[in-house]
């Protein structure tokens, strides 16, 4: 077990709908991350959150939106959805104290798998 | 732009055979990181190994070792006596230091999928 909990693990809907991906970090972490893996596309970082603020952007579209609580954990919200939004997203954690914080190791979640029918 | 190659999409071995990971990276920063992370069937990601990028020293950790050469802008990736819990997916990735922001945006390789045979 990483610390990192991701829910639901496992997420099947139709085209056009709209799902919620959830991410509680390890403990103690302030930073959040979102990656999106597929088979096409790999490993693809999407947004990070720092103790609630955005300071992070990849290649989020912009039918997908995320948010970090006061309560530090993060969600990822999917809209509209297509059928090549299907892929494993993981969410990560890590301390961001190094003030080189390309140095900081990223915990990695079990993910959430979601299939698009 | 940053970019993480990894040249090898499977590599097939027998138990106790060596597995060296090639892996090749493109930055213009100075300082960065290098990574390595392993991708069980059950599918989490799991760190392995860090590296930055003003120690060229080339470590050995249990089964584990590296080979970090800053000239050829590679960070190869050896399991000495691979098993059968060694079979997975294993990603290189690279992070640079984000001026004027705490961001930590790692790049990953396409991965190579090690099959360890009993």
């Known amino acids: 077990d990483s610390g990192v909990t991701q829910t639901p693990k496992h997420l099947i809907t139709a085209t056009g709908q709209r799902v919620t991906l959830r991410c509680s970090p390890r403990?103690?972490?302030?930073?959040v991350y979102w990656y999106q893996q597929s088979l096409d596309q790999g490993l693809q970082f999407l947004i990070q959150y720092y103790n609630g603020e955005e300071r992070a952007k990849g290649n989020i579209l912009e039918r997908f939106s995320a948010q970090q609580f006061p309560d530090l954990h993060s969600e990822l919200n999917l809209s509209s959805l297509e059928l090549g939004d299907s892929a494993l997203y993981f969410c990560?954690?890590?301390?961001?104290?190094?003030?080189?914080?390309?140095?900081?190791?990223?915990?990695f979640g079990a993910g959430s798998r979601l299939t698009v029918l | 732009a940053q970019k993480v190659t990894q040249a090898q999409t499977e590599i097939s071995v027998v138990e106790k055979e060596d597995v060296t990971l090639d892996c090749v990276y493109e930055?213009?920063?100075?300082?960065?990181?290098l990574f390595w992370y392993k991708q069980p069937p059950s599918g989490e990601l799991v760190f392995l190994i860090r590296?930055?990028?003003?120690?060229?020293q080339n470590e050995i950790s249990g089964r584990y070792s590296w080979n970090f050469q800053k000239s050829t802008s590679s960070f190869n990736f050896t399991i000495t006596a691979s098993q059968v819990v060694d079979s997975a997916v294993y990603f290189c990735a690279l992070s640079d230091r984000v001026a004027k922001a705490a961001g930590n945006k790692l790049t990953f390789g396409g991965g190579t999928r090690v099959l360890v045979k009993p």
């Open positions: 930055t213009r920063d100075t300082t960065y990181y």
């Open positions: 590296r930055n990028s003003f120690d060229e």
């Open positions: 403990s103690g972490d302030l930073s």
């Open positions: 990560a954690s890590s301390e961001t104290r190094d003030r080189f914080s390309g140095a900081n190791v990223l915990t």
